[in-house]
């Protein structure tokens, strides 16, 4: 039953994929693209809850101070534009969130919670930072947690391979976006 479940797609936003300095690896931008669109396209197919969560900093959220100040993902300068390839549906959700962390001020478990979901499959970038904060929270709150680890990308190498290690111990499950369709959203 697919009733208790919700796609979270992080930050997969223009200036994060596609922007002058990217998020994720160049050569693995495609790929990343073509996997987290197969899940989005299976979940709207089971009428699974999309939630499309993007960083959008302001200059007096405490994280703008640890990213050194970085322009790249304020608010109201770049407002987060979510790719092309995936741009959000009608029916799906849009939240912003003020730090790395999916659930830092952006009204998630209050949504997560008006939806009953138990079940959050996540994807996005960046898997050692942004999922990874998103996904530990998660599993503080009760929620099952599953990463897909070929919908999920950095560009840190050692980043991705770390952090894939730590899913296998600290969450439900590391599958791959094939096994949605088998054994998640049947």
């Known amino acids: ?47 699974i809850p999309l939630i499309y969560i993007n960083s959008a900093f302001r200059g007096f959220d405490p994280i703008y101070k640890l990213i050194n100040y970085r322009e790249q993902s304020m608010e109201k300068r770049n407002d987060p534009k979510v790719i092309d390839e995936l741009k959000p549906g009608k029916n799906d959700y849009v939240l912003k969130k003020r730090g790395y962390d999916g659930f830092w001020l952006s009204g998630l478990e209050k949504l997560l919670k008006k939806l009953r979901i138990k079940d959050l499959y996540l994807t996005g970038c960046q898997t050692d930072c942004c999922i990874r904060e998103t996904a530990v929270t998660a599993s503080h709150l009760g929620y099952n947690v599953y990463v897909l680890k070929d919908c999920c990308q950095t560009n840190r190498e050692f980043g991705q391979i770390a952090a894939l290690r730590f899913f296998s111990i600290c969450s439900k499950g590391v599958i791959e976006v094939s096994d949605l369709k088998k054994f998640h959203f049947t």
Request: charged share 35%.
């Open 1 to 47: 039953m697919n009733k208790h479940k919700a796609l979270l797609i992080t930050d997969m936003i223009d200036l994060y994929i596609k922007g002058e300095k990217p998020l994720v690896p160049i050569e693995t931008r495609q790929k990343l693209i073509f996997k987290v669109k197969k899940a989005v396209r299976l979940a709207r197919s089971k009428k």
